[in-house]
């Protein structure tokens, strides 16, 4: 339950849910039109697929939910466990993040299927980074889950158990970072086509660097 929180986890999770939201607009604009911040509606497909035969689309969409869940591998091993903390290699996560986007605007230019699956890596990786804080669940990359904990927390408030402000505050502004990002992405595929993936990477790395340079400065000022 939150009642408080740090500044970092605010300003990183609205900035990951806006860069989240960006590349899963882009992915849908692109040749595959395949979400990649997500993985329901593509294992949706996928079954589809299974059933109708279709084993192309089959074999797409399987590999985009293969490639989310070693997304989520790489980091449950680089991070840890699941709570938030300052200190941890979120840095290092973030960067292997920024180059699998990075991978993605290459094939994308290319036209090659791999550059949906290094997105999807992406994607993977930054969910499972972002997990909990005090007992709430934190999600950056798609909108399911924090719908539905705005709901929760709505419903307790309506039941008369009292509004965590602090709660819906946050869930609301990853809601609209993520709305927010989609719209960008889309403008801006519009104009610079598949190099908008590029602009995510650089997004992601400077987020990266301001994240390492923020725990050194704290952890200076705890000797």
């Not at 960006?22 to 299974?50: C, E, M, P, R, Y």
Request: hydrophobic share 55%; proline share 0%; aromatic share 10%.
């Amino acid at each position: 339950m939150i009642h408080r929180l740090p500044i970092w986890i605010i300003l990183g999770s609205v900035l990951l849910a806006l860069n989240a939201g960006f590349i899963n607009s882009v992915a849908l604009l692109s040749f595959a039109n395949n979400a990649v911040s997500h993985v329901t509606g593509t294992a949706t497909i996928a079954a589809d697929a299974l059933v109708r035969g279709h084993w192309q689309t089959l074999a797409n969409t399987g590999l985009i939910v293969i490639c989310f869940l070693l997304g989520a591998i790489i980091s449950g091993a680089i991070v840890g466990n699941e709570a938030l903390r300052m200190g941890r290699r979120y840095g290092v996560a973030l960067l292997l993040e920024s180059i699998l986007l990075a991978l993605a605007w290459y094939g994308f230019r290319q036209g090659a299927f791999y550059a949906e699956l290094c997105a999807s890596a992406a994607c993977g990786l930054q969910n499972a980074m972002v997990a909990t804080y005090s007992g709430s669940v934190i999600r950056t990359t798609h909108l399911t889950g924090i719908v539905s904990d705005i709901g929760s927390t709505l419903g307790n408030f309506f039941a008369g158990r009292g509004l965590l402000k602090t709660q819906l505050k946050l869930q609301s502004a990853i809601l609209f970072a993520f709305l927010g990002g989609a719209a960008v992405g889309s403008v801006v595929f519009q104009h610079w086509s598949y190099h908008a993936v590029l602009l995510s990477s650089l997004w992601v790395l400077i987020v990266a660097i301001v994240y390492v340079a923020y725990s050194q400065k704290n952890r200076s000022s705890d000797q």
